[in-house]
């Protein structure tokens, strides 16, 4: 089966950037939508950003303008680059590849998560 693994997360200061890696074992592609979820300490796990292969690209308002997804077809890799970072986004990431239309529910394939932790 298709795996995915994150990796990237860490400790930073508020106002600086990381960016994460979603590796998979195969194409990663071969599902309609391969994105990224948050869970922040005491809230459920919710969307951040999902793309297609073709192109289009979907965020969570409250990371637009500072988070960018992007991939590597070459190397089966999906990033998120996050910038301007604050405490709200303090989180532990997952990497998502699904076939689903829906933003919603836990639908297809997860990593185990990378944390990011955002301090002031």
């Known amino acids: 089966q298709v795996q995915v693994v994150e990796s990237g997360g860490g400790l930073v200061q508020a106002g600086e950037s990381l960016r994460l890696s979603c590796a998979a074992s195969?194409?990663?592609?071969?599902?309609?939508?391969v994105g990224w979820y948050r869970q922040r300490p005491g809230k459920r796990r919710e969307f951040v950003a999902r793309?297609?292969?073709?192109?289009?690209?979907w965020y969570q308002d409250s990371v637009k303008g500072r988070f960018t997804i992007s991939s590597d077809s070459m190397k089966n890799t999906v990033y998120l680059q996050m910038n301007s970072l604050t405490t709200e986004d303090t989180a532990t990431y997952y990497c998502?590849?699904?076939?689903?239309?829906?933003?919603?529910?836990?639908?297809?394939?997860w990593g185990q998560g990378t944390r990011v932790t955002v301090s002031s």
């Open positions: 195969g194409s990663i592609f071969s599902f309609n939508y």
């Open positions: 793309m297609t292969e073709g192109g289009k690209r």
């Open positions: 998502n590849a699904r076939n689903a239309h829906s933003t919603f529910g836990d639908s297809g394939v």
